[in-house]
């Protein structure tokens, strides 16, 4: 089943990078609500998102932002990544 959510989740964000663009960017929803799938599912990307956000602090204050605005069960995994918190590293 897991398989099944990561696969979603990665289709949720190239779809969310292919419209991102358009008039109306649906995208700026669809790419967090895939990066939360993924990361709520995988280790290894929770680390490797955790990193991203520590190398790059626009897209930190990005994913802060849209914390905000996706549903609370898709935000609580993109949290636990939050480069100012130091749990990325130890996977809870």
């Known amino acids: 089943m897991s398989v099944l959510i990561k696969i979603f ?3 949720l964000v190239i779809a ?3 419209v991102a663009w358009s008039p109306i960017p649906l995208g700026i929803v669809l790419i967090p609500i895939g990066l939360a799938l993924i990361v709520a599912t ?3 990307a929770r680390k490797w998102l955790h990193r991203r956000r520590e190398n790059n602090p626009g897209f930190d204050r990005w994913l802060k932002k ?3 605005k996706v549903p ?3 935000s609580e995994p ?11 590293q130890n996977g809870r």
């Open 66 to 68: 849209m914390e905000g």
């Open 42 to 44: 995988s280790q290894t």
């Open 72 to 74: 609370e069960r898709f």
């Open 9 to 11: 989740g990665i289709l």
């Open 16 to 18: 969310g990078l292919a």
């Open 78 to 88: 993109l949290r636990r990544t939050d480069a100012d918190s130091g749990q990325g």
